[in-house]
Antibody, heavy 124, light 106 residues
Framework: QVHLQESGPGLVEPSETLSLTCAVS?????????WGWIRQSPGKGLEWIGS???????NYNPSLRSRVAISTDTSKNQVSLNLYSVTAADTAVYYC?????????????????WGQGTVVTVSS | SYELTQPPSVSVSPGQTAGVTCSGD??????VCWYQQKPGQSPILVIY???KRPSGIPERFSGSNSGNTATLTISGTQAMDEADYYC?????????FGGGTKLTVL
């Protein structure tokens, strides 16, 4: 059974960098799936941040692309998220999830499973 | 940028059929999946590639996608189905989520 666990600071100061890690168990991040980050602001809907393949190939939400970096560490079987120059608007629950890529199309499809999420508050 | 539009809320009586719609330009040409999210929990996948149901998801959940609208249908809705539902699609190398629909069972 695949399990994803997000971790990182629960409080980040404005203008600083939000750094989160997603530890994967029950699967290898080099197994042929993409790995994504999604966030949910309080009382709001889901917002895709970006997705990455173990080779480094990645896709990002255009609205966040200039401030986001997602990376993988195959030795630790982890996926990391860095979000730079954060503001209060970045306060959210951050989820990592495994994502299917449709063979021979490059289409990134459904997310399953999801981690439990980690709450990040941006405040001084 | 591509947008997926969902009604903010849908109400259904127990035992009846609920339909949650997701609209987007030529959505029928794309794959759509659906997630269920209960308060304080992570989303779970209930439908993928328009009509397919993951193992463990009850048969009362079904999906369709044609034209500009995808629909999640819950037959014989139960109280436990009360949740937020989100659609998702892929467009121009971007994952797009709908705004979510709160399903109330009353």
């Amino acid at each position: 059974q695949v399990h994803l666990q997000e971790s990182g600071p629960g409080l980040v100061e404005p203008s600083e960098t939000l750094s989160l890690t997603c530890a994967v168990s029950g699967d290898f991040i080099s197994s042929g799936f993409y790995w994504g980050w999604i966030r949910q602001s309080p009382g709001k809907g889901l917002e895709w941040i970006g997705s990455i393949y173990h080779s480094g190939s990645s896709n990002y939400n255009p609205s966040l692309r200039s401030r986001v970096a997602i990376s993988t560490d195959t030795s630790k079987n982890q996926v990391s998220l860095n979000l730079y120059s954060v503001t209060a608007a970045d306060t959210a629950v951050y989820y990592c999830a495994r994502q299917v890529v449709v063979v021979n199309t490059g289409v990134l499809d459904w997310f399953d499973p999801w981690g439990q999420g980690t709450v990040v508050t941006v405040s001084s | 940028s591509y947008e997926l539009t969902q009604p903010p809320s849908v109400s259904v009586s127990p035992g009846q059929t609920a339909g949650v719609t997701c609209s987007g330009d030529k959505l029928g040409d794309k794959y759509v999946c659906w997630y269920q999210q209960k308060p304080g929990q992570s989303p779970i996948l209930v439908i993928y590639q328009d009509t397919k149901r993951p193992s463990g998801i009850p048969e009362r959940f079904s999906g369709s996608n044609s034209g500009n609208t995808a629909t999640l249908t819950i037959s014989g809705t139960q109280a436990m189905d009360e949740a937020d539902y989100y659609c998702q699609a892929w467009d121009s190398s971007t994952v797009v989520f709908g705004g979510g629909t709160k399903l109330t069972v009353l």
